[in-house]
């Protein structure tokens, strides 16, 4: 460059600027080089662009002109210089924006590092990271031992190590790779993929270091790949910076990801950037065709593979070295995308022949409407004028063609209408061949894709004979195969088997809607109205728990309904066996003989097992719960069990109030239904608002067992699934027995139903069931002191917070029962004005008519008023403490409640006279301890000595609380209790000492009472 010395670091300069028209080391540079601006503390910051413009200097030459006698010579020199180094500053820019436009692929990062830049002092300057510090002697010798730790399987020690190695020195590349193999022999995937990035940091033009660390994010990391994707993306971007000449599986890589990631277009991108480097590589095309697909535009895909086939066959390759019979699968099938099945035809056998070696035989083009080119022997080709029979052998033409594209040739002829064609292509499978049933296994894509297509063509029978070949292989069952099978029969008007096929798709899969629809549909068709009620049912119940599955899932609640269906939650249904209605009688007494021997076997073995199983064998309980499922099964699979009126409202199908419309937010298909249960149950007469009309005849036992012992085996059977921790199926098996009408209308049988029911919910902590069990009781048994205080007491006895004893649900259905049991002892006027209270009374006498309660309910008083103190309303707790102690002043529960409530309420916030409020509970308390005190029973006394001292030691009063558990103390060395207050009461003395500082009382108490 003109007027600069090129000698980088002397400092010297020859000619061009005297010395002191360099800007000094403080000063600011009127022009910069393009590039980073070096720092003098080592380091760069961004480079600040000074233009040169044309008017940047005085125009003065007039001026000049006047004084050019008497100007110095060197004057003449120094402008002649500046405008050289303006020109030289100029095209040194234009030649850097031109070389960056030569290497956009490149970074800007990477540009910068390869460049050398000058110091306002004229010296040369690499540009770009330093090097890292050649690693000292000590870290050589930790690394040396976190090694030995690492190959000892010492990982926490290694650790240590390689974590003081690179807090010494963080740019050590080997402790990074080592902490990331340490991380990953721990198991820590999100550590070891971090660590292995900060290593590939150190080394950013190593682009191994970040395909590998790519690889361990996408190979690795198990369920988190999703979440890893956006480092692995990075990886794959900073590998191809680093070596953007040879980045074919860096860009691959990334094309991947950025697919998986959803940015089809930007994948698109990246696959066309590898074609440029590899035209016409057919894997690339494949991948990008998908690509293609997934952004609908299947034309480009195969203006790509049109591009590349035309260059294999120009190429001097062999026909099918490069150009594969993958890639031919892949291009027809582009075609067929677009609906150009004619296309397809044609380019699929043009391939293939070109493949086969026989692209001069151009004349098959000409044949349309049949393939006898594909034949497996020369009978139809030598019809064809051109054919030369012998020049080519038979492994060229048909037995040459693969299966896969053999198929795909008779399923395109099926599209276009050619059934014959199409079938004999298809029949190359051998499907009613038992020599070739290892092409089931071989080719079951092919057999449905064949058997699907021929249904969808109209050819049922056809496409029977592909199913039945599937079905033939256990591996292949599956309830889809089951369900087509049941089409084609249907078709065929043969209906004892498409009902076989689809109770068979139900029992594959317990959810399948469609071979419900299809099974109700049949046997509305065939007058089978009963049993075509039972599915629509199941589907509408099916439907419903979909549906509640894709929504949000929320806090359970709406268990106030009164309703008699205990769980508050949409629970799953199941699909029992359902006799097939379609055989004839011979064959239905069979089958009904069959079950029923084999029923009676199982209740043999539930017999001999019961005794053990009671008494918690486990092999006789495992035993006793395989027989008693397949009791259970059958029973619930007997339609005359759950009747029509019953059955309708178990499974929770309604119907709108006008014109029996579905309600709203059902879907067509719901709407079908719908119109076709009103259909059915119209037919049937079936009346699902009356509850005692059950128009069956009852029998006295089912297949031999009295329903007495039904019964035991469902509640039995109940009990050993929720020990086994099967809670919602044991809820199910409870919810069967009460919806059977052998059950239902037996109070008794009812009444141990609910209690079997309450005692799963309390084996399993349920809180909420045994809240909602409940409900039966205290509505059945309505004002009965009894079912109140074992809601109590069921409540108390789940191991679980209280959050349903104090919900708001529960709290309005007691106010509901204390208002109906108010309305029941007012007069006539407050009746009339309270009338909607009556509507809250649910039990019923023999004949039918409401039981109404003639005085209050103490208890039902009391458990709400716990309720409200539970939820800290302890004002309005205290009003139905003081209604039941108004009822019964003497009673020292009510007193205690009453005592506590006005403590704890003095005790709030925004308690108005906290000392008031405190003194109004003592009283009460005390009141409670001299009642408690005079029992006969040394827990009661003892019961009274602690509750008084633990409220004066809430209170902050612990020396009012001493001498109240001296007390418990005292009478526990003169007798024995039951109670365990006496541990508890010397506790709280201890610690009471202790913090007090009376550390001689505080030991004594621990050594006397407290010490093992």
């Known amino acids: 460059m003109d007027g600069i010395d090129e000698d980088a670091g002397t400092g010297q300069h020859s000619g061009g600027l005297p010395r002191s028209q360099y800007p000094e080391p403080h000063e600011t540079p009127t022009f910069a080089w393009s590039g980073q601006n070096v720092d003098h503390n080592g380091g760069s910051h961004p480079e600040q662009q000074f233009p040169l413009r044309d008017n940047q200097y005085p125009d003065d030459s007039a001026e000049d002109e006047e004084l050019l006698s008497d100007a110095d010579s060197d004057y003449l020199d120094l402008k002649t210089n500046i405008a050289k180094l303006e020109d030289s500053v100029r095209k040194f820019r234009r030649e850097q924006r031109d070389e960056s436009a030569d290497e956009d692929e490149e970074s800007p990062d990477e540009t910068r590092t390869r460049r050398k830049g000058r110091d306002i002092k004229g010296r040369v300057i690499t540009r770009g990271p330093r090097k890292a510090a050649v690693p000292t002697g000590d870290i050589r010798a930790r690394m040396g031992r976190a090694s030995q730790a690492f190959i000892e399987e010492n990982y926490e020690e290694a650790k240590l190590l390689v974590e003081e190695v690179i807090r010494i020195n963080a740019e050590t590349h080997e402790a990074w790779t080592l902490l990331a193999s340490i991380f990953r022999e721990l198991g820590d995937i999100d550590k070891t993929l971090l660590t292995l990035i900060y290593a590939a940091h150190l080394r950013p033009k190593d682009a191994t270091q970040w395909l590998s660390a790519a690889r361990f994010a996408l190979e690795e990391t198990g369920d988190h790949r999703s979440k890893n994707l956006p480092s692995a993306k990075f990886c794959f971007s900073s590998a191809i910076r680093a070596n953007p000449k040879n980045d074919f599986e860096a860009r691959c890589g990334k094309a991947e990801v950025l697919r998986e990631m959803g940015s089809t277009s930007a994948a698109i991108v990246e696959y066309r950037h590898i074609l440029k480097q590899r035209p016409h590589d057919t894997s690339i095309l494949r991948l990008i065709s998908e690509a293609y697909i997934d952004k609908d535009n299947v034309k480009a895909a195969l203006d790509l593979y049109s591009e590349a086939i035309d260059f294999y066959k120009a190429s001097d390759s062999q026909p099918g070295e490069k150009f594969t019979w993958s890639d031919v699968n892949i291009y027809v099938e582009l075609h067929a995308y677009l609906g150009q099945y004619a296309d397809a035809v044609k380019e699929l056998k043009s391939l293939s022949r070109w493949i086969l070696g026989r692209e001069s035989e151009l004349y098959w083009d000409d044949v349309l409407d049949d393939d006898r080119e594909w034949d497996s022997d020369d009978n139809r080709r030598i019809l064809h004028p051109s054919f030369c029979q012998g020049k080519y052998g038979l492994y060229q033409y048909g037995e040459g063609l693969p299966m896969e594209l053999r198929v795909k040739l008779g399923l395109y002829r099926l599209r276009l209408g050619f059934h014959a064609e199409a079938l004999s292509h298809l029949h190359w499978l051998g499907p009613e061949n038992e020599y070739f049933a290892d092409r089931v296994l071989d080719y079951p894509d092919l057999f449905h894709e064949s058997a699907d297509s021929l249904y969808q063509a109209g050819l049922p029978e056809e496409a029977l004979v592909f199913y039945r070949a599937l079905r033939a292989v256990s591996s292949q069952e599956d309830a889809s195969l089951y369900l087509q099978m049941g089409k084609c029969y249907l078709n065929g008007k043969r209906n004892r088997e498409a009902e076989e096929s689809f109770q068979q798709a139900i029992i594959l899969d317990q959810d399948n809607i469609d071979a419900r629809v299809h099974l109700a549909k049949l046997y509305e068709e065939l007058n089978e109205q009963e049993q075509a009620f039972i599915y629509v049912n199941e589907i509408m119940n099916l439907r419903r728990l979909q549906n509640s599955?894709?929504?949000?899932?929320?806090?359970?609640?709406?268990?106030?309904?009164?309703?008699?269906?205990?769980?508050?939650?949409?629970?799953?249904?199941?699909?029992?066996?359902?006799?097939?209605?379609?055989?004839?009688?011979?064959?239905?007494?069979?089958?009904?003989?069959?079950?029923?021997?084999?029923?009676?076997?199982?209740?043999?073995?539930?017999?001999?097992?019961?005794?053990?199983?009671?008494?918690?064998?486990?092999?006789?309980?495992?035993?006793?719960?395989?027989?008693?499922?397949?009791?259970?099964?059958?029973?619930?699979?007997?339609?005359?069990?759950?009747?029509?009126?019953?059955?309708?409202?178990?499974?929770?199908?309604?119907?709108?109030?006008?014109?029996?419309?579905?309600?709203?937010?059902?879907?067509?298909?719901?709407?079908?239904?719908?119109?076709?249960?009103?259909?059915?149950?119209?037919?049937?007469?079936?009346?699902?608002?009356s509850r005692n009309n059950v128009a069956v005849e009852i029998p006295e036992n089912y297949r031999g067992i009295p329903f007495s012992a039904w019964l035991d085996i469902f509640l039995d059977y109940a009990l050993c699934l929720v020990r086994y921790g099967k809670h919602q199926e044991a809820y199910e098996i409870c919810e069967a027995a009460k919806d059977a009408v052998v059950f239902y209308h037996s109070r008794e049988d009812m009444f141990l139903i609910h209690v079997c029911w309450c005692a799963c919910a309390v084996l399993a902590n349920d809180e909420e069931t045994c809240v909602t069990a409940c409900r039966y009781f205290m509505k059945d048994y309505q004002f009965t002191t009894d079912t109140y205080r074992m809601f109590a007491a069921l409540t108390r006895l789940c191991q679980s917070p209280i959050s349903w004893y104090s919900s708001g649900p529960t709290q309005k259905y007691m106010l509901r029962?204390?208002?109906?049991?108010?309305?029941?002892?007012?007069?006539?006027?407050?009746?009339?004005?309270?009338?909607?209270?009556?509507?809250?009374?649910?039990?019923?006498?023999?004949?039918?008519?409401?039981?109404?309660?003639?005085?209050m309910d103490i208890a039902l008083l009391m458990v709400y008023g716990h309720i409200l103190y539970t939820g800290t309303s302890?004002?309005?707790?205290?009003?139905?403490?003081?209604?039941?102690?108004?009822?019964?002043?003497?009673?020292?529960?009510?007193?205690?409640?009453?005592?506590?409530?006005?403590?704890?309420?003095?005790?709030?916030?925004?308690?108005?006279?906290?000392?008031?409020?405190?003194?109004?509970?003592?009283?009460?308390?005390?009141?409670?301890?001299?009642?408690?005190?005079?029992?006969?029973?040394?827990?009661?006394?003892?019961?009274?000595?602690?509750?008084?001292?633990?409220?004066?030691?809430?209170?902050?009063?612990?020396?009012?609380?001493?001498?109240?558990?001296?007390?418990?103390?005292?009478?526990?060395?003169?007798?024995?209790?039951?109670?365990?207050?006496?541990?508890?009461?010397a506790f709280n003395l201890q610690t009471i000492y202790s913090m007090s500082g009376n550390m001689r009382m505080a030991d004594y108490i621990t050594s006397t009472w407290l010490q093992m």
């Open 549 to 689: 599955k894709k929504k949000q899932q929320k806090s359970q609640q709406d268990i106030t309904q009164d309703n008699d269906t205990l769980m508050p939650t949409v629970t799953r249904t199941r699909s029992y066996y359902k006799p097939r209605r379609l055989v004839n009688l011979e064959e239905r007494q069979r089958q009904e003989q069959a079950a029923s021997d084999r029923l009676q076997e199982q209740y043999s073995v539930m017999r001999l097992e019961r005794d053990a199983m009671r008494a918690g064998d486990e092999r006789a309980t495992l035993a006793w719960m395989e027989a008693a499922a397949d009791l259970i099964d059958d029973f619930r699979g007997f339609k005359t069990f759950y009747p029509w009126d019953k059955y309708v409202r178990f499974l929770g199908y309604t119907v709108g109030p006008a014109r029996g419309q579905p309600q709203t937010g059902a879907t067509p298909l719901d709407a079908d239904l719908a119109e076709m249960a009103n259909r059915i149950s119209f037919k049937l007469g079936a009346d699902v608002d």
């Open 817 to 855: 029962q204390i208002k109906a049991m108010d309305y029941g002892l007012v007069n006539d006027d407050a009746r009339r004005k309270f009338f909607s209270e009556k509507g809250s009374y649910s039990a019923q006498d023999e004949s039918g008519r409401l039981i109404v309660n003639k005085d």
């Open 874 to 985: 302890y004002a309005y707790a205290l009003n139905y403490f003081f209604r039941a102690y108004a009822l019964d002043p003497e009673n020292p529960m009510i007193k205690l409640s009453i005592g506590l409530g006005y403590v704890h309420h003095g005790l709030k916030r925004q308690s108005e006279n906290r000392q008031f409020q405190i003194m109004q509970g003592m009283t009460f308390l005390l009141d409670y301890y001299k009642s408690r005190r005079a029992s006969d029973k040394a827990e009661e006394r003892q019961e009274a000595s602690y509750n008084v001292a633990r409220t004066y030691q809430m209170v902050g009063l612990s020396h009012l609380a001493l001498p109240y558990y001296q007390e418990i103390l005292d009478e526990a060395q003169s007798s024995e209790t039951k109670e365990e207050l006496v541990l508890d009461a």
